[in-house]
């Protein structure tokens, strides 16, 4: 068993220290037992680089985004106005989450009812953390291998993150290989607009074996992801497809903390 | 003289119905709710050049684009041609440009390249529609009238540019003749090929052909005028305006409803302060009916040209859902133009008892969108039906409790337990010690 000293806001405000960055872990990266690695994998390379980070801990509670996409503005604004009083409470000032979907809601979302603080996806922090060299990954586990990269909706399309997550996998030496539906032309899992919660409605196929398969025909060894819903989405369906044993679904995180023997 | 009045009376009356029309549809999109979209003008201008004018989102499907370039170009450098046209026929001159000398022979002759690439783009874009199975033009919202419009369009075009190209063959066989006011003037690359056809021609009959063609093609320019205004192929004009105002932030953003705004606040404290924008917003909690969309939303749906390339790139689309984002677009416009038809048939606003939500678009088309954008990426002209879907979703659940069962499911948790799952925040640090 492996446990991790991470410290809480109101730990750190009681100590009278400010950490450089509030580590926003969302729903699934708290309780999904599949995101939770993600989680892990993340905190291990923010302890490795000396970054100074707390998380809200028991004060967190969901952004609303599958609320909202879901329609349910009530319960979204509600779920808001307590995050950012919180948040505010704390003076926060920078925000770091495995999670595109929280980041896009906190990012954009937020500002409009008084959460106004600098968001960046993990891929993002990981980038520059590697570009300042605080992070000194090359090859690894993964040299040599053929990885594709999936790229989350609410990360690409939705706020235009295409390459961070894609020069953070260049560290691996792998063998990178894109899809066709890839950056702004890239195929939803189908989780997104709170499906992850429902089932699908009536058609002839699921969403997530459309990309599964369209991601196996690549014959890759590892699927890359950067959100916790396409890890759900994808891990399934490679399953449903029999290809568990020879594909992993990984998160930029975890590959790069295994790269670097985190 | 007779000719000019009566070519002054056809594009008078031409021109006045056009106008007509669309202070008509000025007056619907304005029943739209308010949205400022005045800001950030520098960048709008730059949004409207990259993406209307150089139509920049069209080439990610390169055959399309070429095709649709060339008549875009057509069509654009054609219409100095109808200046002169018009000229023409208001002074009773015959090419009235013709001093221009060199400059003139070289427009002539780049009119009648483009005339002749404009046709074979037509027929390519004609067989596309027609003869191949390309699944986007033959969907379900595309049977009928839809498919008729597109045809209607090419066709017109196709006979439109073969008046012109057939006129300057008869002009050129009257110039070489010398006769009458037909001087010598312009250069024909493609129309040269043509006159065989006319070969034998008396020159009476040579001058009623061209004059024949001249009037079909102004009065069928005229036509097309007016018809654009109902059909999908009113993107012509309406890209202009409709990339300006797009929405400049992230895609991934929603606005956040002002009156749910200013009721969280009240309910958090009685006597918070309420902005004048959230004082004045409306009651209804999102789109039960198009009059609750933004006045840009149905812009939107008039700028639409029915292409499909969202409803080809959407998710639940693909995998055979119900959802198609260009048939949320159409049903908005369709139901504007029948609000439109009972206010003039009523004289006033009258509740027909129908509204876009459940009479033209159904829950299970809603429910199926993955909110992934993928539709929004893909409009050449920056259409978001993606923001309808979520005004709608939104009426649907605030105002008529109907949310999937399991979607009501995951609202109870996140109010109960700060979850969509079933958690305690108390564990939420749990994957500390595990």
């Known amino acids: 068993m492996e446990t991790f000293k991470v410290p809480t806001l109101s730990e750190l405000a009681t100590a009278g220290v400010t950490p450089e960055i509030v580590f926003w872990v969302g729903c699934a990266g708290s309780f999904d037992d599949r995101a939770r690695k993600v989680t892990k994998a993340v905190a291990r390379i923010l302890n490795h680089c000396g970054i100074t980070f707390a998380v809200l801990g028991t004060e967190e509670s969901c952004t609303g985004d599958p609320a909202k996409r879901a329609g349910n503005e009530f319960l979204f604004q509600m779920q808001a106005s307590n995050n950012v009083a919180t948040l505010n409470g704390y003076s926060v000032k920078k925000i770091v989450t495995a999670c595109p979907h929280c980041f896009n809601t906190l990012k954009n979302e937020y500002p409009g009812l008084g959460g106004n603080y600098e968001v960046i996806h993990h891929s993002e922090l990981l980038q520059e953390l590697i570009d300042t060299g605080k992070l000194r990954v090359q090859g690894g586990a993964y040299k040599g291998k053929r990885i594709t990269y999936h790229d989350p909706c609410y990360l690409g399309r939705a706020n235009s993150v295409y390459e961070a997550p894609r020069r953070v996998l260049m560290r691996l030496d792998s063998l990178m290989v894109e899809m066709k539906r890839s950056r702004s032309k890239g195929l939803c899992c189908g989780a997104g607009g709170a499906q992850m919660f429902k089932e699908p409605e009536q058609g002839n196929k699921d969403i997530n074996m459309e990309r599964a398969e369209e991601a196996l025909a690549l014959k890759p060894e590892v699927i890359a992801v950067a959100c916790p819903f396409c890890m759900t989405m994808l891990s399934d369906g490679v399953k449903m497809n029999n290809k568990e044993q020879e594909v992993s679904v990984k998160d930029i995180a975890e590959l790069l903390a295994e790269a670097a023997d985190l | ?434």
């Open chain 2, 1 to 434: 003289m007779i000719a000019q009045i009566i070519f002054a009376l056809f594009l008078g009356v031409g021109i006045y119905f056009f106008a007509r029309k669309i202070r008509e549809v000025n007056k619907l999109i304005a029943l739209g709710q308010p949205l400022d979209r005045k800001d950030r003008i520098s960048e709008r201008w730059k949004t409207m050049f990259r993406v209307a004018m150089g139509q920049s989102k069209m080439t990610s499907r390169p055959v399309a684009a070429f095709f649709h370039l060339i008549i875009y170009l057509g069509f654009i450098i054609i219409n100095i041609e109808v200046l002169e046209i018009i000229a023409d026929g208001l002074f009773g001159t015959h090419r009235l440009f013709a001093p221009l000398g060199l400059v003139y022979d070289y427009l002539i002759a780049s009119f009648e390249v483009l005339a002749f690439l404009v046709l074979v783009a037509c027929v390519v874009f004609l067989s596309r529609r027609n003869l191949y199975r390309i699944r986007r033009f033959n969907m379900d919202e595309l049977k009928a009238w839809p498919r008729q419009d597109a045809n209607i369009i090419l066709v017109i075009e196709i006979f439109l540019m073969s008046a012109f190209l057939l006129m300057n063959a008869a002009d050129q066989l009257l110039q070489a003749a010398g006769h009458g006011h037909y001087i010598s003037a312009g250069l024909f690359p493609i129309s040269s090929m043509l006159t065989p056809i006319l070969s034998g021609w008396t020159t009476e009959s040579l001058v009623l052909a061209e004059r024949g063609l001249w009037w079909f093609h102004i009065l069928g320019i005229l036509a097309f005028l007016n018809y654009v205004p109902y059909s999908k192929h009113f993107h012509i004009l309406l890209a202009f305006p409709n990339t300006f105002y797009a929405k400049l932030d992230p895609s991934g953003k929603l606005d956040n409803l002002l009156n749910v705004t200013r009721e969280v606040k009240l309910a958090f404290d009685p006597s918070a302060t309420i902005t004048p924008e959230e004082a004045s917003a409306p009651n209804r909690f999102g789109a039960r009916d198009v009059t609750d969309l933004s006045w840009k939303q149905l812009m939107d749906a008039y700028s639409c040209t029915e292409c499909g390339r969202c409803t080809s790139s959407c998710p639940a689309n693909l995998t055979g859902k119900k959802l198609s984002p260009r048939k949320i677009m159409m049903d908005t416009r369709d139901r504007l133009e029948e609000i439109g038809r009972n206010r003039l048939k009523n004289n006033a606003e009258s509740d027909d008892g129908k509204s876009l939500l459940h009479d033209y678009i159904t829950p299970e088309e809603l429910w199926a969108c993955t909110s992934c954008n993928a539709c929004v990426e893909e409009c050449p002209v920056l259409i978001d039906p993606l923001s309808i879907i979520i005004d709608l979703r939104r009426n649907l659940v605030l105002e008529e409790s109907a949310a999937p069962q399991e979607l009501n499911g995951m609202f109870t948790r996140i109010e109960n337990n700060g979850a969509p799952w079933q958690f305690s925040p108390s564990d939420r640090m749990n994957w500390t010690q595990s």
